[in-house]
Each structure stands twice: as structure tokens, then as C-alpha cells.
């Protein structure tokens, strides 16, 4: 498929839809062929389900698996649900074994081992291989297509190697060193191989000094020594050493996506999820549960104002001021965490560093606290001019409700990544409740200290 804009296709889905209607297959398969399989991606996301199927069915085995890959897991299986097993082992055919495995995961176990009835035997291996790791590891995420040699392979020969893999691999980054029993000992950049005398061997010329992955990582960790080191593939090892597969940065992209993606979703107190394909029921009820904890602190900040009712009762004035000073507190609280769980995301952030940490944000705290307690004393100097004590105490309040936030908003985060929970849910409900709840007590016993 040759490149074209995505914005063309994109415009031309009703088009596309005419010439369903009118059976014009040849002009279609013609305009398909001509296009990128992202802007065809795009394409079936604008089509109804039936016209989807439809144009996809239209597409040969190859440019369907180039497509395919293109599609997130519920339109995968949207597309493919109703296809006959024979095609789908076609299409799984063409694929890259990572990104076979990552189609065959979204169908039913019976469905899979159908699919794989239809695919020779040496991907079906790699295939079933790629799916007994964890969907969030190396192995999940690595490719079992890779150019080895051993050590004493020539120049010559490992180029000679390459031309008759040319049709099995797209692109091939770094040639592997193994010796006799598969075990990584180097590697060498496809871009040296041609520099080199054809007579050298691979021993003499290998690099030696290389970042390995093994089976079992996380792939966030990954994709932060992809960043780390700059690079563009990282081959995989298991538990003895030897070397099973490798990932690529166009893998490390989609891994960095979909991590930011859950973080923010955590963030917000909610969960990772296509918009238009979870169902309305579906998405309340995975919601439900983080909003738990929003209602819990509520109720205990409801309690804790009904504790001080009766010094409410004596200066009314003082529950104008909670909005502000739990809104102030809870933006600063949530502008620490974010800090925190992006640098421990990223690697900037080190646990180790933890009262250096804590201690800047309180700093910065403190200087927001002291301007907006200012500030808002001085506004309440204006309002209520015949009671100087307010002013005092919505400003000591604001003050403070923001220095202790941004040390809630910076610990909570490091405590659970200490803990080995992800530090993203420590956001939204969880931080802002907490916050909530000191910045109400921190209001009251101030006024209970200089008001009453």
C-alpha cells in the first residue's frame, strides 16, 4: 500500500459506502491499494460495522495484515468475529509474530486455535510461544523474527545471510552474535556490516557493550531504556542467556501510549477505555468503584463539619471560605503527585531521593501558600472589615491547606511506588479526599483557635 493522505480517505468514507452500494469493487480495491493501511484503519473506523467488514474482506491477505494492525483490540475482533478461520490464518501469515500474537489474543481460546489450524507450523510455534508471556512484558511484546549469527560467521556470509531474509523481514536494525548454544555474546549495527572487509569475522568486529532485555520485564521499564539509551532495537535473552527474540521502537512507541494513556485514566480516577465501543452500564460500573472513595471522604468531612456545627453556627462566614481553600489545597496537591508519578514514570524521580524531593514541593507550597493566603486575607480584610481575626484565619488556613497538600500530593505517591503498587492511583479520589479532609480540620481549629 503506498502512502496518501489520511485526510483524503478520511473525507471519502461516504464515497467509499456509494461504491459498496453500487458493487463498483474494482474502483474501490483500486483506491485501497493505492492508500496507507493507517488511512484504511481510519477509513473502517468511519464506516458502519456491515461496511467495515465489508471493505476489509475486499483487501488481499497482506494488506489486510498490514491494516489489522492498525485497528485497536475491540475493532480487531469486530472485524475478524464473523471471517472464516482459513482467512484469518491467511492474514495471520503475513503478520510479524508479535503482532500475530497480539490478534490472536483478542479471540476466544476455541477461536485462536482454530486460526492456528490454518498457519504452518513454525509460526504457530512462535506464535503460541509470544502468548504464554505476560501481555505487559519483553516476551509479550518482542518479535521472534531475528537476524543471528555466530561468531564466526564472515562478513560475506552474514550478508549473504540478509538477502535471503530480505522477503521475511521489513527492516533489520542490528545483527545478533551468538555462539553454538544461542547464547547472546554481541552484536553489530546493519550499518557497520557494509564497512567492514567481506573476509572478517563477526567475533572481531561485534560489539560487545549492549542493553538486553530479558523475557521477563515490565515493558514500561523497557521502553525507559529505549529512551535512556536512544535505541532502536533491543535484542531479548531468557533466564540462561540465550536469545529469543527482540523488540523494535515502533513497538516502544504503541508501549508508551498506551502506558500514558492508563496513567491518565488512573489519574482521573477512572479506567483505560474506547470511548464509543464500552457500553454505557459497562463504563458506570468500572467507574464506580474509584468514586468509592471520593463518597467515603465526603461523609468523613461531612462528620468532621457537623463536629464544629456549633462554631459554624456562631460565624456563618466561615463556610464561604471552604470552597476556595479545599479547591487551592487540592490544585497544588494535584500538581505534586502529577510531578511525581510523570518523573517516577520517565525515571527522572528516584525514591532514594525522597526527602529532597518532599522537601522542595513543600517549599513550593509554601511560597503558593504564603501568596494566595495573602491574597485572600487581604480579600477578606474588604469584605468582612469589622472582624480582623477572619482575615488571620482563612489566610493562616490557605497557607497552610496548600503546604500540607503538596506533602500529601508528593508522599502518597512515593509511599505506594515503595510499596510496589502504581503510583497513578494515587491521584484523583485518593489525594484529593485526603486533602479534603485535613483542609477542613485545618480551617476549623483555626477559627476554634482564634475566633472562639
Known sequence: ????????????????????????????????????????????????????????????????????????????ELIIEEMESARVGEIVDHMASDDAADLLGVLSEDDAKKVLEHVSEEDT????????????????????????????????????????????????????VTDRSHVLIGLLPVRKLVLESPQTVMGAIMETDFVTAHVDQDQEEIARIFKKYDLISIPVTDESGRLVGRITIDDIVDVMEEEASEDIFKMAGAVSEDILSMSTIKSAKTRL??????????????????????????????????PVILGMGGNIGTQSTTIVVRGLAIGSVDVSTLWRIVAKEVRIGFIMGLTYGLLLAAATSLIYPANPKLSIVVGFSMCASMVVASAVGTLMPLFLFKLGTDPAIATGPFVTTTIDIIGILILFNFAAFFLF
Open 289 to 322: 468503584p474509584w468514586l468509592f472513595a471520593s463518597c467515603i471522604g465526603g461523609i468523613i468531612g461531612l462528620r468532621i463539619i457537623g463536629f464544629y456545627e456549633h462554631n459554624l453556627g456562631k460565624f456563618v462566614a466561615l463556610a464561604a471560605f471552604l
Open 125 to 176: 510455534a512462535q506464535v503460541r510461544r509470544l502468548l504464554s508471556f505476560e501481555e505487559d512484558s519483553a516476551g509479550g511484546i518482542m518479535q521472534a523474527e531475528f537476524a543471528s549469527v555466530v561468531s564466526t560467521a564472515t562478513v560475506q556470509e552474514v550478508i549473504a545471510i540478509l538477502r535471503e531474509m530480505k522477503d521475511e523481514y521489513e527492516d533489520i536494525h542490528n545483527i545478533f
Open 1 to 76: 500500500m503506498a502512502a496518501q493522505g489520511k485526510e483524503e480517505i478520511s473525507m471519502d468514507s461516504e464515497k467509499i459506502a456509494s461504491l459498496l452500494d453500487s458493487g463498483d469493487l474494482d474502483t474501490l480495491t483500486s483506491l485501497l491499494s493505492s492508500s496507507h493501511p493507517a488511512d484504511v484503519a481510519n477509513l473502517l473506523n468511519s464506516l458502519s460495522n456491515e461496511d467495515a467488514r465489508k471493505v476489509f474482506d475486499i483487501l488481499s491477505p497482506k494488506d489486510a495484515s498490514e491494516v489489522i494492525v492498525e485497528l485497536n483490540d475491540e475493532a480487531k
